[in-house]
């Protein structure tokens, strides 16, 4: 089976820089497969952030490609979200995620999502 977990902090002050960690299981992030980050604020539909193929290129949302910043390690088949300067827009639940095809949709597995609050 294929698992995603997302680890990091609950609450991230403004202007600090949010990191996120997904450990995925049964799936190598260097094998196959475009390693997603995604996130989900209240009343909004999800928003894709960027995503790090099993090649290592990396590819971001032209929304936010100037604070995103993402990298893997392979050895712990972990890939790792930093998106600087964060302000409460920010807020939401982000999720990691498998995308198959790499457009930047349809994603066949996800972690459960973790809530990130940006506040003072």
């Known amino acids: 089976q294929v698992q995603l977990q997302e680890s990091g902090p609950g609450l991230v002050k403004p202007s600090q820089t949010l990191s996120l960690t997904c450990t995925v299981s049964g799936s190598s992030i260097s094998a196959n497969y475009f390693w997603s980050w995604i996130r989900q604020s209240p009343g909004k539909g999800l928003e894709w952030i960027g995503y790090i193929p099993y090649s290592g290129e990396t590819y971001y949302s032209p929304s936010l490609k100037s604070r995103t910043s993402i990298f893997r390690d392979a050895s712990k088949n972990q890939f790792t979200l930093q998106l600087n300067s964060v302000t409460p827009e920010d807020t939401g639940v982000y999720y990691c995620?498998?995308?198959?095809?790499?457009?930047?949709?349809?994603?066949?597995?996800w972690g459960q999502g973790t809530q990130v609050t940006v506040s003072s």
């Open positions: 995620a498998r995308d198959p095809l790499g457009y930047g949709s349809r994603y066949d597995y």
